[in-house]
């Protein structure tokens, strides 16, 4: 298409607007996995020929309709969003989380949540704020449970890998299943917050809080849903 762009009657505001609803259309699909992998194929071929003969905003318009009629519904979509989306796939949440976090960036406070270090692993990864792991530390199960383990394991698996309870961070391993606090206020060796205190829009909220529980990740999660339904609306 974009090789027939002047053929096409395409121009620069009408092909990013194609590219954007692009975007929109996978997102959707890799949260909810749906039109299936087997069936992306022939919706993009049918709409290769279909665009044969149009020109200008009608191929965009074209593309829009048959690519929201081959999406899943808006409810399937939240509902995914709010389950445990990093179970399901983690390379989407990380692209949602960076998405997030690209929406507010400035020259001033840009960071490259892309960039590999030398081994090609991304340098920013995604942080569980409530740990995923099944051993939970104690100070973990006082604060998110009242001290009842088996409360705390039954949040784990209901909370852990919900939206509201990720973020990112360059250093991931260093925080790990360290208590709420010292997450937050986390410096390496020259004195750098390498915690919630790194500056990005995703820790923001996190950094004025004491306490992490139940509610504040249900909130979290809400908000960050509420967001992305506008974002990826097709």
Not at 57 to 76: F, R, T, W
Not at 110 to 127: A, C, F, G, P, Q
Not at 140 to 165: C, F, P, Q, S, V
Not at 208 to 217: E, G, K, T
């Amino acid at each position: 298409m974009l090789s027939n762009k002047d053929r096409l009657n395409l121009d620069i505001d009408i092909i990013a607007n194609i590219i954007n609803y692009l975007t929109k259309f996978f997102v959707r699909r890799n949260i909810t996995d749906y039109p299936n992998t087997r069936n992306l194929t022939k919706i993009f071929m049918d709409l290769v020929s279909l665009i044969a003969n149009k020109q200008g905003s009608d191929i965009y318009d074209l593309i829009a309709n048959n690519l929201k009629n081959n999406s899943s519904s808006d409810e399937i979509f939240e509902e995914k969003l709010k389950g445990s989306i990093y179970l399901d796939n983690p390379d989407a949440t990380r692209f949602l989380l960076c998405y997030y976090e690209d929406k507010f960036k400035t020259n001033e406070i840009y960071t490259n949540l892309w960039s590999r270090d030398k081994s090609n692993k991304y340098v920013w990864t995604i942080e569980h704020i409530f740990p995923e792991g099944e051993n939970i530390p104690t100070d973990w199960i006082d604060m998110i449970a009242n001290g009842d383990k088996d409360l705390a394991i039954e949040y784990l698996n209901r909370y852990t890998h919900t939206l509201g309870n990720l973020t990112i961070t360059g250093y991931n391993q260093n925080l790990s299943n360290l208590s709420f606090e010292k997450k937050k206020n986390r410096v390496n060796k020259d004195g750098n917050y390498i915690g919630y205190r790194n500056g990005l829009k995703l820790n923001e909220n996190l950094v004025s809080q004491d306490a992490w529980h139940i509610d504040d990740i249900k909130r979290r999660t809400n908000k960050l849903v509420e967001f992305f339904m506008k974002e990826f609306e097709l």
